[in-house]
């Protein structure tokens, strides 16, 4: 028969057809896009690219830096399984360490060493949770459906097929253990000097803070943690909504005193205040506020910080001239660190005797994501304090990224405000889409003058929520979402290259991306900062100063230090090294092997259960018509 006279045959072909003229189309677009990139790096781009070709470290910036010559560094991955069996979905989730140690020599040479042992040190944290289905939607806050005011649908109900295939209750697990193992590597009495994470630490920060608003979670019906005791005294609602907030260092100037920050900060002062007590005056003087507007602004936040705001209640009390914050919110930072330690360390607690309803309920009360975004936040909060009190190195490189903040939101910005000229402004639809793509075809194209491994100049991640001004206000910029800018001055990025094939010049590992915490004594030196101009409420005659990081035409001793450190790391041998971090190689490793050992024992745990006498009738009828005919069709391919 031929294919082409059958209905069939001509429903492929025509298919086929479709799927080739397709994709021939869409191969065709991208080289042009590509072509619209000649001359770009003569143009501008050889500004932001810099190449870090000296093998060796700057003794004098780790002395300063670090303070001694010998590092430990830690790199850490996560895995993460979700396992329907029967009636029952288990969830299993952890973060594991791979260890190793610089010794750089006078010379500026280094001298590394990986510890092999690292399944046995058990450093790792990892927790499992078995559920009924049916209970999964009250765990799995992102599982319900909102209307426009964001109340719950309670009409709207879903298949247990449904539920297990959109559940994101493992992967918050997953993330929170990773925060949480950060921060306990941190706290040791002798902490770790460089830590690498396989995660974008300002992307997950705006995604926890996000999704632990008041205004988007029902604190009293959609949260275990609200309620619970510690020391006597119940985890409030008022607690919940100021802790996410405050992320900054005073020696820094953040959080700022801007925008949606600036009670942040006033809190901030008093927390840091003798007394726990400033007047207006103090406060106009510590907040360098210089106009009428900006003091009616502060008037207007010390009204909502002593009356309260959505489900927070007043923190601030007025004693004359003073304003004073309340005492039970005096020892915030304390709670904080109280309420992880305890809540976390019965998580991902070792001892058996700990069942899973005594690791993830309270007071009787199920954890749920919102909860394990709020304990993710906490978590990277306090790593990141005692990075800074203890010049710890904080890295998060993300693999693959479909970031463009460089091309839409880092350039125009500059440009329009006259700091840079260049970018893809004329041609933006006709460039690759991705910062990523930019990069590797202008690597591929300028080898000649880009040698590897080289870096983009550092910028501060806040500058991912920032555009030209709406109105197009000359100088002027706004938020990129509801006018809003997210913190400054604390995580900065980069994208990075490291390795080019030596038998063939255009084999280039790669683009990879990194983001860093920023440190006071390293990074806001003046000639470092940007400051821009927020029209935040519609005045631009009284816009407020947005300081961000641009390392642009400056020295960068930090990213010299990351770029030789990462060149060091990868391998020319190794396939799935080549470009990458073997620490996070390590890691990854280690993860996957803790993945299919569990994965393991759940299956095989469906395998007994299935095969109990006892109980096989009962769970013929708690399998789906799917997962028996499944079994079926198995079974016969194996016979």
Known sequence: MNDDSSFIGRRLKQTGDLLLGGAQKQVLDYKSKFESLRGTYDEFLSKLLVSYESKSFDTKFVDEFFGKRKLTFVGIDGTVLKHDVFDLLIFFAGAYPAFGTIEIEETGKAVFEYDEKYLERGVGVSSVLPVYISEVPHIDQTLLIRSEEGDVEQSISHSDSWVIDNSAFADYMMGLSEFY???????????????????????????????????????????????????????????????????????????AARGEFLLSRII???????????????????????????????????????KGTGEAEGVIIRDKDHFVLKPQYRDLHVRIKSIVDEVCGRMFSTD??????????????????????????????LAVENCWKNRILLLGVAKD?????????????????????????????????????????????????????WATVEYDTAFKTIVPHFDKEPGLVSGARRNQISIEKTFLKSYFQLCQ?????????????????????????????????????????????????????????????????????????????????????VADKVAKYHFTQVKGMIESTGTWLMNRPDLREFLFYLSSFRERRSSVEQSRRTT
């Not at 995604?207 to 409030?236: Q, W």
């Open 181 to 255: 193992l950060t921060y306990h590597l941190t706290s040791l009495e002798k902490p770790v000097d460089i830590l690498l994470l396989d995660r974008i630490f300002s992307s997950e920060v705006a995604s926890f803070y996000a999704e632990t608003s008041d205004f988007r979670v029902d604190l009293d019906h959609e949260c275990g943690l609200i309620g619970h005791k510690m020391n006597g005294r119940a985890f409030s609602k008022t607690e919940w909504v100021y802790a996410r907030k405050l992320f900054g260092n005073l020696r820094m100037g953040t959080p």
């Open 268 to 306: 901030f002062e008093l927390m840091n205040a003798e007394g726990n007590s400033l007047t207006r005056k103090e406060l106009v003087e510590l907040l360098e506020f210089d106009n009428e507007f900006q003091e009616a602004r502060l008037d207007k936040e010390l009204k909502n910080g002593m």
């Open 352 to 381: 058996s005797n700990v069942g899973y309803e005594d690791r993830f309920k309270i007071d009787g009360r199920w954890l749920t994501t919102n909860d394990l975004a709020f304990l993710s936040i906490a978590s990277l909060y």
């Open 401 to 453: 990224t479909s970031a463009r903040d460089l091309k839409r939101q880092v350039l125009p910005v500059l440009n329009y405000v006259g700091r840079f000229k260049g970018g893809f402004i004329e041609k933006r639809e006709d460039t690759p889409d991705t910062d990523r793509m930019i990069l590797q075809w202008i690597s591929l194209h300028e080898r000649e003058h880009l040698k590897v491994p």
């Open 501 to 585: 094939a030596g038998s063939e010049p255009k084999l280039r590992s790669n683009v990879l991306l990194y983001d860093r915490l920023v440190y006071p004594e390293f990074d806001t030196k003046k000639e470092n900062i940007v400051t821009l101009k927020h029209d935040y409420e519609k005045r631009p005659d009284y816009p407020e100063s947005v300081e961000v990081v641009f390392y642009e035409g400056r020295d960068n001793p930090i990213q010299s230090f990351v770029i030789t450190l990462f060149k060091a790391m990868t391998s020319m041998s190794i396939p799935e090294l080549f470009g990458h971090l073997k620490p996070l190689y």
